[in-house]
């Protein structure tokens, strides 16, 4: 079946970026995702990226994708303690999504 | 609309137990799908609805599980003779599929059901 892994720990000082990615298995995905999950929460959808583009900025966010390596990776400028949570990104395959493990993102002062 | 709504929150039950968990999506979305999420894991698709219709259900669904959603509108997930494995988060989300672009295909998730089976 269809595959997404990231990696399950980062952890940056407050203020640099922190750059979290994915690799994905799944040759024909039109939408990649990425969700945000706060302890306790649900997910929480933060951006997108349609397979045929291969960046998309969106304020603090820059999603890139490298459709060739089935890559994708956010970014995120001037992290902040704030952004502390799980990231998971998700590939949109057969009408549903699949997800990573999700990578967890410590921000330290 | 308040966004997608799961009762209950935390559920506590003893093993063999029966438990029924509901999720009311946003009211203008046609689709609504469940996922389950361990600790320390990504969520697992179980299965989803398009309208009433049951279009797909996870070889992770086992007998033991059944999910409806009568009208449409709101979807009950059934657990029975719970299993000290099934303790988990159950997590409902809904979304549209009458209007095309990557955000509308894009889920709105509820806050979960937390089952612990003791």
């Known amino acids: 079946g269809e595959d997404v892994e990231q990696s399950l720990f980062l952890s940056v000082r407050e203020g640099d970026s922190s750059v979290i990615n994915c690799t994905y298995t799944?040759?024909?995905?039109?939408?990649l995702y990425w969700y945000k999950q706060e302890p306790g929460a649900g997910l929480q959808l933060l951006t997108y990226?349609?397979?045929?583009?291969d960046m998309k900025q969106d304020q603090r966010l820059t999603v890139l994708l490298n459709k060739k390596d089935k890559h994708l990776s956010l970014r995120i400028a001037d992290t902040q303690t704030g952004d502390s949570a799980i990231y998971f990104c998700?590939?949109?395959?057969?009408?549903?999504?699949?997800f990573g493990t999700g990578t967890r993102l410590q921000v330290f002062p | 609309d308040t966004g997608v709504s799961q009762n209950p929150r935390h559920k506590i039950t003893k093993r063999g137990q029966n438990v029924t968990f509901r999720c009311d999506p946003i009211s203008e979305h046609n689709r609504l799908y469940w996922y389950r999420q361990t600790l320390g894991q990504g969520p697992e698709f179980l299965t989803y609805?398009?309208?009433?219709?049951?279009?797909?259900k996870s070889r992770l669904l086992s007998d033991r599980f059944s999910a409806e959603r009568p009208k449409g509108s709101f979807s009950t997930l059934e657990i029975q003779r719970t299993e000290q494995g099934d303790s988990a988060m159950y997590l409902c989300a809904s979304s549209s599929s009458l209007r095309a672009g990557a955000k509308d295909y894009g889920y709105t998730f509820g806050s979960g059901t937390r089952l612990t089976v003791v």
């Open positions: 609805f398009q309208n009433e219709a049951q279009l797909e």
């Open positions: 998700a590939d949109y395959n057969t009408d549903k999504l699949i």
């Open positions: 799944d040759s024909s995905s039109t939408y």
């Open positions: 990226i349609f397979s045929n583009m």
